[in-house]
Nanobody, 120 residues
Framework: VQLQASGGGLVQAGGSLRLSCVAD???????MGWFRQAPGKEREFVAV????????DYADAVKARFTISRDDAKNTVFLQMDSLKPEDTAVYYC???????????????WGQGTLVTVSS
């Protein structure tokens, strides 16, 4: 499956952005995750939603601020980001995995990334 992430941009601290990840095929077979990579840092887990949409996990750094969701009818996964902080600045990637995981090395398919910049 090919994934296309979008929705990044420049926002002030405290603002919101909504990222989208559209697939060229059906997403019902996959658990879907969002990861991010800041300059000079390793890629890190942000959020994951299971195949049914009934279970989610979040990195501690984004809990209560970010919400992951999916719309399988549109083959799309979303990441709603609220109360953004400068430390959230990174390239955000969506990814698909057959077996539920928060580890990036386990993921099977990756999108190209979308840049989020949060100014102070």
């Amino acid at each position: 499956v090919q994934l296309q992430a979008s929705g990044g941009g420049l926002v002030q601290a405290g603002g919101s952005l909504r990222l989208s990840c559209v697939a060229d095929g059906r997403l019902i077979y996959y658990n879907m995750g969002w990861f991010r990579q800041a300059p000079g840092k390793e890629r890190e887990f942000v959020a994951v939603v299971n195949k049914s949409g009934g279970s989610t996990d979040y990195a501690d750094a984004v809990k209560a601020r970010f919400t992951i969701s999916r719309d399988d009818a549109k083959n799309t996964v979303f990441l709603q980001m609220d109360s953004l902080k400068p430390e959230d600045t990174a390239v955000y990637y969506c990814a698909a995995v057959y077996t539920y995981s928060t580890w990036p090395q386990n993921y099977n398919y990756w999108g190209q990334g979308t840049l989020v910049t949060v100014s102070s």
